[in-house]
């Protein structure tokens, strides 16, 4: 007996707002992880550095070069590189996966021996806490399958 496939259109959901790190403390972005990689980014220097997506369940600020603020709310999905040193490490070591409940913070600006500024960041994780995350499915067109559908 042969079995018919049910086959399912999953939509990508759109990438999010890519979120730029100001100079003021506190800064944080808080949400679910809907998407992580360890090596999906760039960073400044075009090496491989960690990626995440996150839907937010707080209100989050993204600041651009020029220092204008972007807002963001409750559901908006934004997305993280970490080009910075220190977020990088923090990312690797906490390796967040789908699901995982997420807060990064700035928590400081650092000056060092060579007159640089570091971005010194707080990553806290609740692991699962944000639930099971699956795409949502497409609209599908009524075919009746007698001819390809090009």
């Known amino acids: 007996m042969t079995t ?3 086959w399912e259109t999953v939509e990508a959901p759109s990438g999010g707002s890519f979120i730029g790190w100001g100079t003021k403390k506190g800064q944080f972005v808080q949400g679910t992880v809907v998407e992580y990689s360890a ?8 090496g491989r550095c960690p990626q995440l997506a996150i839907e ?3 209100k989050a600020a993204s600041f651009n070069k020029a220092g204008e ?10 997305q993280i590189t970490a080009g910075q040193l220190k ?4 990312l690797l070591k906490t390796a967040p996966a789908v699901g995982d409940r ?12 060579n007159g640089n500024t570091v971005k ?15 795409p949502k499915a497409a609209a599908v ?4 399958g007698d001819e390809p559908p090009f």
């Not at 977020?87 to 923090?90: G, I, Q, S, T, V």
């Not at 997420?102 to 021996?113: C, G, S």
């Open 56 to 58: 937010l369940n707080e």
């Open 120 to 134: 010194v960041f707080v990553v806290q994780i609740a692991r699962g806490a944000g639930g099971s995350v699956k």
């Open 102 to 113: 997420i807060r990064i913070e700035l928590a400081d600006m650092v000056k060092t021996a």
């Open 39 to 46: 090596d999906g980014g760039t960073d400044f220097a075009g």
């Open 69 to 78: 603020r972007s807002d963001f709310g409750p559901g908006d999905r934004v």
């Open 4 to 6: 018919q496939e049910q």
């Open 87 to 90: 977020l990088k490490e923090h």
């Open 141 to 144: 067109a009524d075919d009746d």
